[in-house]
Every structure is written in C-alpha cells, then in structure tokens.
C-alpha cells in the first residue's frame, strides 16, 4: 500500500491532512492516534478509501458493517449496499488495513423501519425515499449509537456532502463535486448528529476517489457503484411489495377529474404522480396520473396544468439553520429547495401560514408526490443545507398522509 504522503503528492486535489491550531482533520485537538474513528463501510469503493485514508493519517480507525437484510438473498444480488458480497469485501479491505472490523445484525430493524414502511408508503400511494429512511434510522441512530458505544470521538461514512466546522455546531453544505453531491439524502441529519459525523470525501470527485483506492491497493477500486435500492433485486419494486403485501397489484379504474372510467390498471403500486407513458389510455389530449387513491383502487388522471404547484406544505422539519425555522418562515428567507434527488436546487421563500410551514417557489413544478422530500438549501451560494421536511399537500388540493 502507498503511503499518505505519496497519494497526496500525486492528487489532483488538495486533500485536508493538514492541522491548524493543533486541531486534526477531523476537527479534534488532539493527535490522531489518539482519535477513535468508526467507519461505516459498505465493501464499496467510497467507505473503503475512508477507512484507507483514515488509517493512514494516524488514526485509530474501527470498521463496522452493517447485515441489513436476508443475507441468502443478499448473496444472489451484486453490487447493492450491505449485501452479501459487501461484507466479505467490507471485511477483506479491512484485513488488508489491519484495523479491527465487526458485521452487526441490523436487519430486523431494517425491515420494520425502512423496508415496511416502504412497502406501506406505496400502499398510500406515496413514492417513498427509502435511502433517507435508512440514513434517518439505522445508519445516523443505530449505528451511531453503537459508535458511541465503542468511545470513538466520531463515526465516518464515503457520502458525498461537506460538514464544515470543528466539534460542535457543524454545517452541512452540498459535495464540491455536484454530480456525485447526496445532500438531498442526508437533510433529517440532526445537528448532534452532524456534529459527531464526518464526511471526508466530500471535497473529491468520485474519479479522484478511484484513483486514490488504486493507489492504496484496494480490492474494491473497480468495483461498480449500486444503483439499484438495496433490497429491490433489478429495480423490480413491484414484485418486493406484492410479496410483503399480498393483493398491492389490485386492478382497479383509471379516471379522470371528473370520476369518468377511462380504462383499467393492474394495481395502483405501478404508478407515479406525474406519469404520462403506460396508462393504456389514447385520444384526446395528453393525460397524466395527478393523484392516487389507494381506498377506491383509482388512478386518477388529468391535464399537465394539474400537477403544476407552486406552495409547498411540509411537516416532520429536520431544520440546521440558525435560529428556529418558525422565524425564519415568518421573515420570508430566501431560500432554494430540491423536490426531487435528481434536479437542480430551484429558487423559493420560506413562508408560514397559520403555523403551517410552507416553500413558495418561485417557478411552479409539476409532479409532485406524497412520500418525497423537500430540501432547502441557504448560504450565499445556495449550498448550505438548512434541512427540510417531508410534504404534506400543495396547492393543487393534493394533500398527502402526514
């Protein structure tokens, strides 16, 4: 394995190893041997250069992976977050730091909260963000506690976002790479927990990252990013829900604003808010599904001028602005917002409304869903994530289970 300072040299980035004040690169006064780190490692490339990386700065760097789901099912399935394969290859580049390594059985807690509420958010006609579950629960409370547990001074993950700051009252701001950024997945982080988290390749681009675990030796520098759910073999959700909820692929009536029958679908789980294509429906004007209705079994379709909102509701805010987000609803702030992982951060206002908090974009989006996030970024620059909060109902008259 190359040293640090060889990596170093040859980077095309500038990498955070110096101290400043006497204070580490994970913002500790104190040496780095005598700094306890726990790294959540999936056996993908990013946590595996974390722990590398760690390691060789002089820290004493423990590796804890995570058994979230049926490992006989896991073994089956390639490439997907804390299966079967990741752990043995969690484990091999641990072998190969020397650094302790321990594999906790989280997977009944993984089932109750992510896996079935998953399930059921589809169930209400949601579109759930699994990934944002399982960083809210298992990962930033289960694991972290464990961290904690095991008197590390903090816990590190390979996401892709930037903490700024030393111990306490921490920022969290969007990856320096924006391609590779997963802000939008990290906004129910709290600020305890941000303040005991480290992120220490967010200031890379993922092909540095690469580079960097070729340099090291790692077994894992080629191998593919997931792309997929975890536990949602090939991207076939469907087949995942009917087997945990037998009857999800229901038939039942498509129709229109009005309560006209227009055709039939084969289990309302099969649609998104905002689909146009595979309705099996023609003639006439464009028609795209603008609400679900799990009670009646109805897709329910409409114009495109139906999906557009421009107020936003949200409840259950996660808010690492300063201040308290009340205020800052009341004074209006200025504000960019994401309402979906893959879009760029649009321009908004924070407002309230009868202690209701809600975003006033400034140019209407369409397709909006029960199930999803609103995230809101600040700063000069829009990257400072303020936190967000899950949405409730827009002002289209779709109001979502809170």
Not at 259 to 284: D, E, F, P
């Amino acid at each position: 394995m190359e040293n640090i300072a060889s990596v170093i040299a040859k980077a095309d980035y500038d990498l955070p190893t110096f101290k400043k004040d006497g204070i580490n690169s994970l913002g500790f006064k104190k040496a780095e041997a005598d700094t306890r780190v726990v790294v959540a490692m999936s056996g993908g490339v990013d946590s595996s250069v974390v722990a590398a990386y760690l390691h060789e700065q002089g820290y004493e760097v423990i590796g804890i992976t995570m058994q979230l789901y049926d490992h006989g099912q896991a073994l089956a399935k390639k490439g997907a977050c804390c299966a079967g394969q990741d752990i043995h290859d969690a484990r091999r580049v641990a072998e190969l730091l020397k650094i302790p390594h321990y594999v906790l059985d989280y997977e009944n807690r993984f089932k109750e909260k992510v896996i079935d509420d998953f399930a059921d958010s589809y169930m209400r006609g949601e579109t759930p963000i699994p990934c944002v579950k399982c960083n809210q629960t298992v990962k930033f409370q289960d694991l972290l506690s464990t961290a904690e547990d095991l008197g590390a001074d903090c816990m590190a993950t390979g996401h892709y976002v930037e903490r700024r700051g030393d111990e306490k009252n921490a920022k969290l701001f969007r990856a320096a790479d924006l391609n590779r950024d997963q802000s939008y997945f990290l906004f129910a982080t709290t600020q305890d927990q941000l303040d005991f988290i480290r992120f220490p390749l967010g200031h890379l681009p993922k092909p540095e990252v690469r580079k960097m675990a070729d340099r090291y030796g790692l077994i894992v520098a080629d191998k593919p990013d997931s792309q997929d759910i975890c536990f949602v073999p090939n991207g076939d959700y469907k087949s995942v829900i009917e087997k945990l909820r037998p009857g999800a692929l229901t038939a039942g009536d498509i129709v229109d604003m009005q309560g006209n029958v227009l055709g039939q679908h084969k289990g309302i789980i099969s649609y998104t808010i905002g689909q146009r294509k595979g309705l099996g429906i023609g003639g006439g004007d464009p028609l795209y599904v603008v609400r679900l209705n799990p009670d009646e079994h109805q897709v329910i379709v409409g114009p495109r001028s139906a999906l557009e909102a421009t107020k936003i509701y949200i409840h259950n805010i996660n808010w690492l602005g300063d201040g308290i987000v009340e205020d800052a609803a009341k004074s209006g702030t200025d504000i960019w917002v994401k309402l979906r992982s893959t879009t760029e951060p649009a321009k908004a206002k924070l407002k309230v409304n009868n202690w209701s908090i809600y975003v006033e974009l400034e140019n209407s989006q369409m397709g909006i869903s029960g199930g999803q996030a609103c995230v809101i970024y600040g700063g000069k620059d829009g990257n400072q994530v303020l936190g967000g909060g899950w949405i409730s109902k827009t002002d289209q008259g779709m109001t979502f289970d809170e």
